[in-house]
């Protein structure tokens, strides 16, 4: 970071999150003349425009965009090296394990039990968040490990273990074309309206924003779409829906994460633990990833 300080790369992150200096500078408390006199001196520093400036529009430059890309993940790292150092020097610190809600395959309460009985086990608190974030949590240490679904979340950056491997199934109506009851295949939802996942780019759903399953599940039983999730996510299965098997979708994995660089102590017993606690008539795990 030796060309631009922190709070310089601040202050270009609002503006190219935002896209208005007047809203980025209300986010950072700052006065707005200060805010384009800051990001104009860091064009110059770098010798490349970052934005195109019109009386009503604010644009990102190719330039803009790859320090975008990249400024963000150097500033989750030196927040994550702070909170770390933070962290190392607290002998009474906690576990801080991210979840979604009800995202544990039924799981977490034996993990728990088993951490509780090692001597060096710490109190585990939970963070509970939407299906966007939660590798952030990890990746810029807002939590120490996660419970996340393979392939549905990045797990880039992140050492794994798989806790629990299970299949798909398509949640429909119970009056739905596909309530039969009989495996489908992906062939078969053609035509269909899927869920578009808040916060997740790049998925297929044309139908309304859902941020988690129990907005899903309540979508589906007025009939406003169908989807597909991990069997665990909906059991028990709520009146007015049938899950059905989707016989050619992957299986879906969950895993136990934490940030590859973390090799605190504190992490590598949690993981130790939840392994073993794993019962043993689990389907397809633990296995290592």
């Excluded at 150092?85 to 039990?113: M, N, Q, T």
């Amino acid at each position: 970071m030796a060309e631009l300080e922190t709070r310089e790369l601040e202050y270009f992150i609002a503006v190219a999150d935002e896209l208005h200096f007047g809203r980025a500078a209300v986010r950072l408390s700052i006065a707005q003349p200060a805010l384009s006199k800051a990001i104009r001196r860091i064009e110059h520093r770098l010798g490349v425009p970052l934005f195109i400036r019109s009386s009503r529009h604010v644009e990102l430059t190719p330039a803009g965009k790859a320090l975008q890309e990249h400024g963000r993940h150097a500033l989750n790292a030196v927040g994550a090296a702070v909170r770390s150092a933070r962290r190392a020097a607290d002998p009474e610190a906690r576990l801080r394990l991210v979840i979604k809600p009800g995202g544990d395959a039924g799981l977490l309460s034996g993990i728990l039990a088993e951490y509780a009985r090692r001597p060096d086990a710490r109190r585990v608190d939970l963070l509970f968040s939407g299906p966007a974030d939660r590798t952030d949590f990890l990746r810029d240490g807002r939590a120490d490990a996660g419970l996340l679904y393979a392939p549905f979340d990045d797990l880039d950056g992140l050492d794994h273990e798989t806790l629990h491997t299970e299949d798909r199934v398509v949640i429909v109506p119970s009056g739905h074309r596909l309530a039969g009851g009989a495996p489908v295949r992906m062939a078969d939802l053609e035509g269909e309206t899927l869920p578009a996942w808040k916060g997740v780019p790049g998925g297929d759903g044309t139908g309304p924003e859902v941020a988690d399953a129990v907005q899903l599940l309540h979508l589906v039983t007025v009939g406003r779409m169908i989807g597909v999730l991990p069997r665990s996510l909906v059991e028990p299965v709520p009146p007015g829906v049938v899950c059905v098997p989707v016989s050619d979708a992957p299986p879906s994995r969950l895993v136990l994460a934490w940030n590859e660089r973390d090799r605190r102590p504190l992490v590598a017993s949690f993981v130790a633990a939840a392994l073993r606690a794993i019962p043993p008539g689990n389907p397809i795990g633990p296995q290592r990833t």
